[in-house]
Each structure stands twice: as C-alpha cells, then as structure tokens.
C-alpha cells in the first residue's frame, strides 16, 4: 500500500505541470491585437509629435505617451509565459524614450521590434486564408470611407471638415512607408478610441482586408504598379522577401525598402498591394489557393450549381496549381502526373453530374496529395541535372536537323564554285536565329501571364508544330533517298542560281532553320519556367558547342555526308514527334477548359510520349499516326513506280 500510494504521490506530481500548464489561461487575441496596433501607431506617427528632442504638437505627444503607457498595461495583463518579462521590461524602455523626447527612429525602432516580438510570444492570426479582392476593397472604400478619407485617399472628404481629429490622409507618403497592411487590418477591425475612426468588426474579415489593401495602395501610384509587375515577374529572388501572404501583410515599404532599395520596394509593394494573389500564385510551397477553390467547386456542386462547380475546379487547377507545376515536375514527375490525372478526373465528374459524396471523396483523396505536394516543394533546392539534360538535348537534335539542310546547301553551292551567294545562305539561318530568339522573349512572355494563357499558348504550339512536322516529316521520307534529295536540291538550286535570285536561298535558309528553331522555342519557354535559368544556359551552350563541332566536321567532309541516311532517320524522328505533340497539345487544351475530358481509366500517362489516359488526346495521336502512315506508303508508292534517277542515268 505504502509503494502505491508513493506512486499515485509521483504520478500526480509529474500530471499536474501538465494539468496547470492545460489550464493556464491564453491571452485573449483582440488584447494582444490593440497592444500591436497601438505600437505600430506610436512607431508611425510619432514622428509628428516630438522633432530634435522638442515637442512639435503637445496633443500628439501626450497621445503618444498615453499610448505607451497603455501598451505596459496590457503586456502586463497578459498570460503568464517566459517572454512576458522581457515584453514589459520593452515596453518600460519605449515609455522611457518617448518621456525623454528620444529621437523619432529610435521609437519607431524599439516600437517594431516590441511589436514583432509580441506576436512572437503570443500569436494571433496575421493574414486573410485567401488573396482580397482590391475591386472588392475598392467599391467598399467608396461606400463606407471616401465620406470622411475621399474619394483618392487624401483625407479630405465631405465630412472630413466637420471631425475634431482631421482623417488620416492614406496618401501620405511617409506615412505610408511606416504602415503594414496588417495595421491597416487592425484599425479597420477596432477603430481609434477618441477618434470618430469607428470599427468595423462587423464587416465580414476578407471584407476588413479587401479594405485594408486598398487603403494601403493610396500613395503608390499606378506606374509604380506597372513597374513593380515588370520586377516581380523578372526577379525570382523578390519572392524570398514577400514568400506569403502572412510577409506581406506585415512588410512596410520601408522595410522592404532597406532590403532591395527606396524605388524597387515602392515598386513591388505598388503591385502586390494591388495584386495580392500574384504571391500565392508565385509562392513555391503554397497551394493553399487551390484547396480554397477545390473546396469552393465541392460547395457549390453540392448546391446543385454543376457551372460554377466546374469553372471553379478549372480555377484551381489554372490559377492554384499550375503556377508551381514546372518546378513540382522537375522534382517528382510521378507526383505530378498523379495530382493533373486526379484533377481532371474530378472536373470530368462534375461535368458528367456526380454526387457530391462522390466528389468529395475526390476531393479528399486530392488534399492527400497536396500535402505530398507542399513537402516535395518545400526545400529550396531544386534539380537542375533534368533541366540541363532537356535542354542540351533538345537543342542538339533540333539543331542537327538544320544543319543537314544548311550543310547540303552550302556543298552544293562549293561544289558549283558559287562561293559569291554563300553570305544569303548564312544570312539566313543567321537571321532565323534572331527570329528564334525574338520568339523565345515573346513566348516566355506569353507563358509567364497567367495559367490559362500558358496552356494555350502550350496547347495552339504544340498543335501548330505537329501540323508542321507531320508535313515536314512525309517531305522529308520521300527525299530519304540520296537520289531523291540530290535532284530535289538540283532542280531548286539551279532555278534559284540561274534567275540569280540569291535572296531566295537566305529564304530557304531562314525557313527550313527557323522551322527547327520554333521548335526548340516551344521546350525552351517551359523549361525556363522552372527557374532553373542558369541550368538551362549550361545545357544550351554544352549544346551549341557540340553543334559548332559538328558543323565544322560536316563542312570539312560534306562530300563523304551520308545524307540519305540522316533525312531518314530524321523523317522518323520528326514523325515520333508529331505524334507526341497532338496528344500534349490535346492536353494542354484540357487543361485549359477548352476542350472536354473523358478520362481512360485503364490507360498509362506517358507524359515524355505525350501519352494521356483520356480518348481526346488518345484520338488526336491515332489521327497523326495514321496520317503519317498513309504518306509514308504513298511515298514508297511513288518509289516503287518511278524509276530512280541513277537507273535512268
């Protein structure tokens, strides 16, 4: 009995700091909200009540010093935690300052750095679940602010002149510079005591923060919203400072300021205060703009709306998921091709009216695999052997493509002593790489707006290129044969040599080149969105070294060249191609909702192969191969009935 009471004496002993530590009391969240809200003002404004240690206003000072005393008496109301002391001991040193008329930086330093550690100790939400609405923002500031603030934010409103405490003029610049979103939040949610500032804590929270943000956007201007796009999209390294929604309610444009510079930081907060949905889209780990939409889509097919359920399902996969695509491809490909298959067999049952139950068990099964997602995501290393790899070959095998045709130009044009119309030929292949290169700024461009943008412009070129190389590859089976392409190359050269129209060899050159180049464009626009940039540069320079080799080599021996060999080989490769572009143009246009899925559920996803388990995409690559079938049979018809040239010789 003595040894089981000893027990119960220790177990009780070792349960009640867990029983205590259940019971302790956690700090009320609006408490911890004002303390925060009143340190951010003290750091804002009061700058214009003390200057050269000498009060400028003594109604802004005493409000200052009423605040600070007001911020110690909270910290010291709060729970009981290891950091309460220090919080206090903070506040202490702030009513210090201000009494002593202290400098504005430094009270504006110690009231941060009080602020950002009270949330540290005892968190309270910082952020909206989801991007506002500026529009939304913008039409509730006109019916429930522009009174009293105006119309643009200048604080001279209608009835502006008729309040005791002059409104906040959202257009200072200044000020702005001091003032998150997040403070902005605040004294919407909780108005200013004293002032005719009232709350709006009946406002639905996205509404609070619609309002915020657009209060927040006043004093940077819209050029300056343009110019910060520009940088936001051109400079991956931006996205480290603002990675989330939670950094971009707290971030100050002076802060951000001291980071990346006075013009770059007024720049981007100009955007992002307008376009706050451009940092979930562009965050790396984040897809929590997709599980809003999923769950938005489940809710109104639960409401029998199938339109919305189906727009929304579309909206998550194009607005929420396929911004992190490339870079969750380049680093776990199966992963991938399991959550775009399980995407859009949920849009396939929405469209065919499944029951909600069955939707959201999809729905279920898909936020599983988000979540392996937001993992594979998570580390800041990313693989750059893939993208190196695709790009040195692609590169490779499109250019030696070219160089058979440039190459056979340029010996025959040796072995006809024409060296004068050689510069029209280099002209022109010289001048399709310019093209291509133009090509390459205006499709990353393209691909770079927004999800449905990249996959139709993924989607309309792959389609155009396998259109093109379903007739290039026929054209260039029946020239496989070296009689074949030697009289073809006689009858065209000579045409052109002996109307002395040179201009129609740089013709020749800059079409069969760019034809080779375009396609190469279509790989290099989706591999640059991976953001491994300077992998990519690798591999196209390994590339375009081998080739420069290469090219030497078949000038130096271009009589020894065995071209019937190389065009065959060629007309089989661009055939494989053109298959494997009809079924990824297919799907990229599924994706983007333009064309319907019917889903094959036994059939693998080959995505190198093009390869897609839905009969839209399967048909389109029967289409393709039995086209190049019957031209390649017609090809050996013609073979076969006309004599070669050499026999007849």
């Not at 911020?71 to 919080?87: D, G």
Request: hydrophobic share 50%; proline share 5%; charged share 20%.
């Amino acid at each position: 009995m003595r040894l089981v009471a000893l027990a119960l004496v220790i177990l009780l002993g070792l349960l009640a700091p867990v029983s205590a530590l259940q019971a302790a009391p956690t700090a009320d969240p609006n408490d911890v909200q004002t303390a925060w809200r009143l340190l951010d003002y003290v750091a804002v404004d009061y700058d214009g009540a003390v200057a050269s240690g000498r009060i400028k206003s003594a109604s802004e000072y005493a409000e200052m010093t009423e605040f600070a005393g007001s911020v110690s008496s909270r910290l010291a109301a709060l729970p009981l935690k290891p950091e309460r002391a220090a919080l206090i001991a903070g506040a202490a040193r702030l009513q210090d300052v201000i009494a002593r008329k202290g400098s504005p930086q430094d009270v504006a330093l110690l009231a941060h750095n009080l602020a950002a550690d009270l949330l540290r100790a005892y968190p309270v939400p910082l952020a909206p679940s989801a991007p506002p609405s500026f529009a939304r923002g913008t039409t509730l500031f006109g019916s429930t602010c522009a009174a009293c603030h105006g119309a643009t934010g200048d604080g001279h409103g209608p009835n502006a002149a008729k309040l005791a405490t002059p409104p906040i003029a959202f257009t200072d610049a200044e000020r702005a510079r001091q003032r998150s979103v997040f403070a902005l939040y605040q004294v919407i949610s909780q108005g200013i005591d004293g002032t005719a500032m009232q709350s709006f804590a009946d406002l639905p929270s996205e509404d609070r923060w619609a309002l915020a943000f657009r209060a927040g956007s006043f004093a940077l201007t819209d050029e300056q919203a343009r110019e910060g796009e520009k940088l936001w999209k051109a400079d991956p390294s931006l996205r480290q400072q603002v990675p989330d929604l939670k950094a971009l309610v707290a971030l100050t444009p002076a802060s951000l300021a001291d980071r990346i510079g006075e013009k770059r930081a007024l720049a981007v907060m100009a955007y992002l205060r307008r376009h706050p949905e451009a940092v979930v889209e562009q965050a790396p780990a984040s897809l929590s703009l997709v599980r809003q939409k999923l769950a938005a889509s489940l809710d109104a097919a639960r409401k029998g709306d199938r339109r919305a359920a189906k727009e929304l399902a579309l909206s998550a996969y194009l607005d929420g998921f396929e911004p992190v695509e490339p870079t969750l491809g380049a680093r776990d490909g199966t992963l991938l091709a399991r959550i775009e298959g399980a995407m859009g067999e949920y849009r396939a049952a929405v469209d065919q009216g499944a029951a909600p139950d069955d939707l959201a068990s999809r729905a279920l099964v898909l936020n599983g695999l988000f979540d392996d997602a937001e993992t594979a995501l998570a580390p800041s290393a990313s693989s750059t052997a893939s993208t190196f790899l695709g790009a040195f070959t692609i590169l490779l095998r499109e250019g030696l493509e070219a160089l058979l045709i440039v190459v056979a130009m340029i010996a025959f044009l040796r072995k006809a002593d024409r060296s004068e119309v050689l510069p029209y030929v280099h002209g022109g292949w010289a001048g399709a790489l310019l093209a291509g290169l133009l090509t390459w700024v205006v499709a990353t461009y393209a691909i770079g707006i927004s999800g449905a943008s990249r996959e139709l412009t993924e989607g309309f070129g792959s389609l155009f290129a396998a259109v093109v190389l379903l007739s290039v590859g026929i054209w260039m089976h029946g020239k496989a044969q070296a009689d074949q392409w030697q009289r073809y190359i006689r009858e065209k050269m000579t045409h052109a040599l002996s109307g002395r129209s040179a201009w129609f060899l740089f013709g020749l050159a800059f079409v069969v080149v760019y034809r080779e180049v375009f396609e190469t464009i279509l790989f290099y626009a989706a591999l640059w969105t991976q953001g491994n940039g300077s992998a990519l540069l690798a591999g196209a320079g390994a590339a375009v070294a081998i080739l420069a080799v290469i090219a030497w080599a078949m000038l130096r021996y271009s009589r020894q060249l065995p071209i019937a060999k190389f065009f065959a080989y060629s007309s089989w490769l661009m055939a494989g191609l053109t298959v494997v572009l009809a079924g990824k143009g297919v799907a990229a246009l599924q994706e983007a909702g333009i064309i319907d899925i019917a889903p094959i559920a036994e059939a693998p996803r080959l995505s190198m192969l093009g390869l897609f388990p839905t009969w839209q995409s399967i048909m389109a690559q029967l289409v393709m191969a039995i086209t190049l079938a019957i031209g390649f049979a017609f090809n050996r018809r013609k073979k076969v009935e006309k004599p070669d040239l050499a026999t007849a010789e």
